[in-house]
């Protein structure tokens, strides 16, 4: 039973198009977030929220755009896609702002 | 911008040996975690230290949070292959309600 799960696992697309990345918890977390690794490995926090409230938007463009339906649920959606969005997509949930994360395995988004 | 820089970044030694792993910031941190990222999966969180000057021990893993909060380390002794992986501090200072991820360290265990 997997605890953070995110979808698809792949994603390539061209340039310009909008796609989503879905990710659901089944941990009963009331905190959600969005990472973005880069080709160096360096991990970035983009959103999070807490009980559907969002609670940090790190400068990030305003074409993604994070939705939480309900507390088990976070997706990100993308808008105009570019080259530098290529990165793996990792979706966290911890109980709370501060507690452990646990992450998803990852979206590898590669935008040709 | 608050930075978190792990050194080395690239570290290959073989099977039995010590190694350390250095997290340093200019920042002081609330709390300090350590986790442990294997290819193709998320990063997976190994320990979590909140006072200066606290050691915790997970096997043959020690963590060690400096006094002034502002740095850890991370020793793992006898050294096996499954501890290859990339290794991530992040630290969360106070109010801010999101951690930081170091520059992470790149480790590989030879057989």
């Known amino acids: 039973d997997t605890a953070v799960s995110q979808t698809p696992k792949y994603l390539v697309t061209q340039m310009g198009n909008d796609k989503s990345i879905k990710c659901e918890q089944n941990l009963g977390h009331d905190t959600m977030y969005w990472y973005k690794q880069d080709s160096k490995k360096f991990l970035k926090i983009m959103f999070s929220y807490n009980n559907k409230e969002l609670i940090i938007n790190e400068t990030v463009p305003n074409r993604f755009s994070p939705k939480s339906p309900d507390k088990a649920h976070l997706n990100l959606h993308i808008n105009s896609l570019e080259l530098g969005d290529s990165a793996v997509y990792f979706c966290?949930?911890?109980?709370?702002?501060?507690?452990?994360?646990?992450f998803g395995q990852g979206t590898r988004l590669t935008v040709v | 911008t608050q930075l978190l820089e792990q050194s080395p970044q690239f570290l290959s030694i073989q099977e039995g040996e010590n190694l350390t792993v250095y997290c340093n910031s200019s920042s002081v941190f609330s709390s300090l975690q350590w986790y442990r990222q294997e290819p193709g999966e998320g990063p997976v969180l190994l320990v979590t230290v909140v006072t200066g000057g606290e050691v915790k021990k997970l096997k043959r893993l020690t963590f060690q949070f400096g006094d002034a909060r502002k740095d850890s380390s991370l020793h793992i002794t006898a050294a096996q292959p499954g501890d290859t992986g990339l290794y991530l501090c992040a630290g969360e200072t106070s109010g801010t309600y999101k951690y930081i991820f170091g520059t992470g360290t790149r480790l590989k265990v030879l057989a």
């Open positions: 966290a949930s911890s109980q709370d702002l501060v507690t452990e994360a646990f």
